[in-house]
């Protein structure tokens, strides 16, 4: 079945939501922040109500807020804190990134999409490095932190650079992002089984 023009262009939106929903999982605000320059310059088209990251005090706003989220994680004792933070609102930021971009079909048809794949991969994407985090800071007392901050930030900022020119290759780039992480999760949960039952 052929799609229609906005049929493929809702498609993309969709994908291009989802990938900065991915990235957002890494890094709340570069993501954001790249949603909000592509926005000014025409790259993307908001949905109604969205308009307003398109500001240039939203640039402002998200710019600072990115170098000090970014910042923040090559802390040692900082970046576990801001991991309690960023759980809850990656997801938040995950929903408002896909939601900001779909425009043309229901709304209770694009909360849905926005917060079970936006919010929802941002969250799981957030979950799994946190998990990746922990591992880090157990078996190196903190030091190896420094590279799963790069890997992080690195990963945001590709997922959110595709996701605005190549909506595809970031949403294939996001499952294997998250199959990646889920796979090291259950290692660090595996792992954190059996010294329970070793413990014992």
Partial sequence: ????????????????????????????F???LAL????MYGLVGLAPGFEWIAGYQVTMAFGIATVLEIVAYYI???????DSI????????GTIATASLITDIPSSLKWTISIVAGGGIA???QGATVALRAKSTIFTAGLGN???????LLAS?????????????????????????????????MKKKRGRGEAA
Avoid: H
């Fill in 36 to 39: 909000n320059l592509a926005s």
């Fill in 157 to 189: 900022a590709i997922v959110a650079f595709l996701s605005l020119i190549l909506p595809i290759a970031a949403f294939i780039l996001a499952l294997l992002l998250i199959t990646y992480c889920l796979i090291l999760a259950r290692r660090v949960y």
């Fill in 76 to 82: 040692p004792w900082l970046d576990n804190i801001m």
């Fill in 146 to 152: 420094f590279l799963v901050a790069s890997f992080e």
């Fill in 1 to 28: 079945m052929d799609l229609t023009r906005e049929q493929l262009e809702m498609v993309f939106a969709v994908l291009t939501g989802i990938g900065l929903s991915a990235a957002c999982g890494f890094r709340i």
């Fill in 123 to 125: 969250g799981l994407l």
């Fill in 86 to 93: 960023a759980s809850p609102v990656s997801v938040i930021a």
């Fill in 30 to 32: 570069l993501p954001l």
